[in-house]
């Protein structure tokens, strides 16, 4: 079993929906939580990055993290064609390498 | 733009060959970090360097290595190369040394004929 999983998608929504993205983890020393967005044959992009138990809102971005559950998620408001992406939750301890999830691939269709 | 920058964009080569990936990483980071991407692995992490000391492995190969300078860019040697090590070659760096944080450079396409 992965420490982190993620539903590969694809994931198609049309322009202005809510979108919701979503890992699961088993290792519960993990204390950090990223998510990356990466466009096509691009570096990923830092979106959200927490180390608590929450929400954290930033412009149509929310990260939420549920530690009990270890679930944690990425909500996308009104979403754009621009925010056609794959997105990749990223994990970490502080003491080791991140863990990253396989990815989303999110397409917003206008 | 992240801050990081990796070159070449772009290197095709042929199988048993040996090729350098070059990155820096944004100023005032310490800590850079290898990663490989390809389609049926995701993004793997392969080493860590801080301050030019090696600080942690993850899947990296016998035929590769890395080094870090004292200007702080790194390096990352693939010898011997096989069909297999086609893939996006990333290097992130961060402030420290927590792992955590890291920012992206725009990677190295490396294509293994």
């Known amino acids: 079993q992965k420490e982190v999983e993620q539903d590969p998608g694809p994931l198609s929504v049309p322009e202005g929906a809510i979108v919701s993205l979503n890992c699961t983890y088993s290792?519960?020393?993990?204390?950090?939580f990223m998510w990356y967005r990466q466009y096509s044959r691009k570096g990923p992009e830092l979106l959200m990055y927490?180390?608590?138990?929450g929400n954290k809102e930033d412009g149509r971005f929310t990260a939420q993290v549920d530690k009990s559950s270890k679930y944690i998620s990425l909500f996308i408001r009104d979403s754009q064609p621009s925010d056609s992406a794959t997105y990749l939750c990223?994990?970490?301890?502080?003491?080791?390498?991140?863990?990253f999830g396989s990815g989303t691939r999110l397409q917003v269709q206008p | 733009d992240s801050g990081v920058t990796q070159t070449p964009k772009h290197l095709i080569t042929a199988t048993g060959q040996r090729v350098t990936l070059r990155c820096s990483p944004r100023?005032?980071?310490?800590?850079v970090y290898w990663y490989q991407q390809s389609l049926d692995q995701g993004l793997q992490f392969l080493i860590h360097?801080?301050?030019?000391?090696?600080?942690a492995k993850g899947n990296i190969l016998e035929r590769f290595s890395a080094q870090q300078f004292p200007d702080l860019h790194s390096e990352l040697n693939l010898s011997s190369l096989e069909l297999g090590d086609s893939a996006l070659y990333f290097c992130?760096?961060?402030?420290?040394?927590?792992?955590?944080?890291?920012?992206f450079g725009p990677g190295t396409r490396l294509t293994v004929l």
């Open positions: 927490t180390y608590s138990s």
């Open positions: 990223a994990m970490g301890t502080g003491r080791r390498a991140l863990t």
């Open positions: 992130a760096s961060s402030v420290a040394t927590s792992y955590n944080e890291q920012f």
């Open positions: 360097y801080y301050n030019g000391e090696e600080r």
């Open positions: 290792n519960s020393a993990f204390q950090y």
């Open positions: 100023s005032g980071d310490l800590s």
